[in-house]
């Protein structure tokens, strides 16, 4: 069932939402020149990997290492802030690498890291929105964000669903929590080293902890 309202969902989003894509796609052409998709690859469902894919926000580096933050466009921000860099997803929702609601899909080298526990977010599809994105996205630490995911997985329904939905546009309405504290975004948080901020690495990884025992919603 959730499986048919991906592919309903992602088909007529896709139709109605081209003439958008088709406008950003110029811009970005414009702007960046090509490529104008950014890919990139994700670990999904059962771990496994998956190449996702956003519109290019960045331009290219002047110097091998340089730092994301640096490479930032006025263009690129003003996407993200509005989500619309997402867009090309729906075509990963189609092909079935992701659903509409789901964790949103990490970094290999951030996976590496995970613990037996935090692994369990693996076990549905990765999502366009869901319920980390919607209490706090990238303003709340990667383990927070963690146990949000895992707290709608052990908890997810059709009603919880259509409240991510709701407040997945509110979200977009009034966009918020897209950067991290001083408008970085901090990696995952690997004992003993300092994470580098990230920009187009993952700026929709689109929470609050919460006891794994609860029934009560954290927000």
Same mark, same amino acid.
């Given at each position: 069932m959730r499986r048919l309202v991906d592919v309903v969902v992602s088909s007529v989003a896709g139709v109605?939402?081209? $003439?958008v894509m088709a406008v950003v796609a110029?811009? *970005?052409r414009w702007r960046l020149g090509r490529p104008v998709l950014f890919r990139q690859r994700r670990i999904g469902l059962g771990g496994r990997p998956f190449s996702i894919v956003k519109f290019r926000t960045m331009r290219d580096e002047a110097w091998p290492g340089e730092p994301d933050a640096d490479r930032d466009t006025s263009m690129g921000r003003a996407l993200r802030g509005l989500s619309?860099?997402?867009? $090309?997803q729906l075509w990963n929702v189609l092909r079935g690498d992701m659903s509409i609601i789901g964790p949103r899909p990490t970094l290999p080298e951030q996976v590496e890291h995970y613990s037996p526990r935090q692994h369990g977010r693996?076990? /549905? !599809?990765p999502g366009l929105t869901g319920w980390a994105q919607v209490n706090g996205r990238n303003s709340i630490s990667w383990p927070e964000r963690i146990e949000l995911d895992l707290w709608y997985i052990e908890h997810r329904s059709l009603r919880l669903d259509? !409240? /991510?939905v709701v407040r997945?546009?509110?979200r977009l309405v009034r966009p918020s929590g897209i950067y991290g504290e001083?408008?970085?975004?901090?990696?995952f948080p690997v004992p003993g080293v300092v994470s580098?901020? *990230?920009t187009e690495r993952d700026a929709s990884a689109a929470p609050t902890t919460t006891d794994e025992t609860s029934s009560t919603p954290p927000k």
């Open positions: 109605v939402l081209s $003439p110029t811009l *970005v619309v860099d997402e867009l $090309p693996h076990a /549905i !599809r259509a !409240r /991510i997945t546009v509110m001083g408008g970085v975004n901090q990696g580098p901020g *990230v």
